[in-house]
């Protein structure tokens, strides 16, 4: 099992659609969560961390199930400029330091 | 503030020749991070540096790769003897502390080996 698993999609939505991801881990040590959003072409950018608690920040909410170990981005109300590739990122806890990054899913949001 | 750079944006060689691209982490931040990116493809870590200590050289995926951070600022990452496998985006990143906090990427190098 890879140790951190993403749909690659694409998922092609309508504009107003509600779309989600879902990230598995497998590590179950894991301590941090990110959300992170790379445009094509660009770096990848911080969408929002994943508390424990879920959290949302406008139409985007993150949660996180450590018992079945995922994480999920719920996007409401899509826009055309939500099209990107949503990268996963897990951070492990203990001696290793190395945040491990999904190979992104690909959303494409369309008239 | 100023976020993280990298230079040079884009980089054409030949192959066999040797490469040095350099990264400008974010003022203040002592962790900082080399990725790579091939066409497509998720980000594949290759080295990571913590402050004063020893850097993480796990990812590197041959001896012609080696990365140095002088002052604990500035990192260059050196490729020799290029190969085209080489081509690829080379992604920097920076974080505050442990690598646990977010991370923040420069724009990276686009390397093209013919």
């Known amino acids: 099992r890879k140790e951190v698993e993403q749909d690659p999609g694409p998922f092609n939505v309508p504009e107003g659609a509600t779309v989600a991801f879902n990230c598995t881990y497998s590590?179950?040590?894991?301590?941090?969560f990110f959300w992170y959003r790379q445009d094509c072409r660009k770096e990848p950018k911080l969408l929002m961390s994943?508390?424990?608690s879920g959290n949302e920040d406008g139409r985007f909410t993150a949660q996180l199930n450590r018992a079945s170990q995922y994480i999920s981005l719920l996007i409401r109300d899509s826009k055309l400029s939500d099209s990107a590739t949503y990268l996963c990122?897990?951070?492990?806890?203990?001696?290793?330091?190395?945040?491990?990054f999904g190979r992104g899913t690909s959303l494409i949001v369309h008239p | 503030g100023a976020g993280v750079s990298q230079s040079p944006s884009n980089k054409v060689t030949e192959k066999g020749k040797d490469v040095e691209l350099r990264c400008d982490p974010i003022?203040?931040?002592?962790?900082l991070y080399w990725y790579r990116q091939s066409l497509g493809q998720g980000l594949e870590f290759l080295i990571y540096?913590?402050?004063?200590?020893?850097?993480?050289k796990s990812g590197l995926p041959s001896d012609r790769f080696s990365a140095e951070r002088t002052g604990g600022s500035v990192s260059t990452l050196t490729i020799q003897r290029t190969q085209q496998e080489d081509s690829a985006v080379y992604l920097c990143?920076?974080?505050?502390?442990?690598?646990?906090?977010?991370?923040?990427f420069g724009p990276g190098t686009r390397l093209l080996v013919l």
């Open positions: 590590n179950s040590a894991s301590q941090s």
């Open positions: 990122v897990v951070n492990p806890r203990g001696g290793s330091y190395i945040p491990t």
């Open positions: 540096f913590q402050g004063n200590s020893a850097p993480d």
């Open positions: 990143a920076s974080s505050l502390g442990t690598g646990r906090e977010t991370q923040y």
């Open positions: 994943v508390y424990s």
């Open positions: 003022s203040g931040h002592t962790a």
